[in-house]
Nanobody
Framework: VQLQASGGGLVQAGDSLRLSCVAS????????VAWFRQAPGKEREFVSA????????DYADSVKGRFTISRDNAKNTVYLEMNNLKPEDTAVYYC????????????????WGQGTQVTVSS
């Protein structure tokens, strides 16, 4: 499974961005997908995840109400809509895929994309 994350950029506080994660796999609907982020000097942290069918989602408390995860299995793509961005959202954002587990632990996710930089200025 290969994942390609895109959509990052430099924005101001309060702006919005939409990240995309495109998977190169025939059975994309068999994989749950998550977004993690890592800021300089910090550990990688969970942001959000969506189940295989898109029926269930999970969000970190820090982004709940501002970020929305969704998926389009016909396009092999998962989106992360990020609204009301804050400087503390600045990080490299990674998407990850997993066939069996659905957790917030990065070590449980088997497949990773290369990351896309999000920078939010105050």
């Amino acid at each position: 499974v290969q994942l390609q994350a895109s959509g990052g950029g430099l924005v101001q506080a309060g702006d919005s961005l939409r990240l995309s994660c495109v998977a190169s796999v025939r059975t994309f609907s068999s994989y749950a997908v998550a977004w993690f982020r890592q800021a300089p000097g910090k550990e990688r942290e969970f942001v959000s995840a969506v189940t295989w069918s898109g029926g269930s989602t999970d969000y970190a408390d820090s982004v709940k109400g501002r970020f929305t995860i969704s998926r389009d299995n016909a396009k092999n793509t998962v989106y992360l809509e990020m609204n009301n961005l804050k400087p503390e959202d600045t990080a490299v954002y990674y998407c990850a895929a997993e066939k069996v587990m659905f957790t917030r632990r990065s070590s449980d996710w088997d497949y990773w994309g290369q990351g896309t930089q999000v920078t939010v200025s105050s």
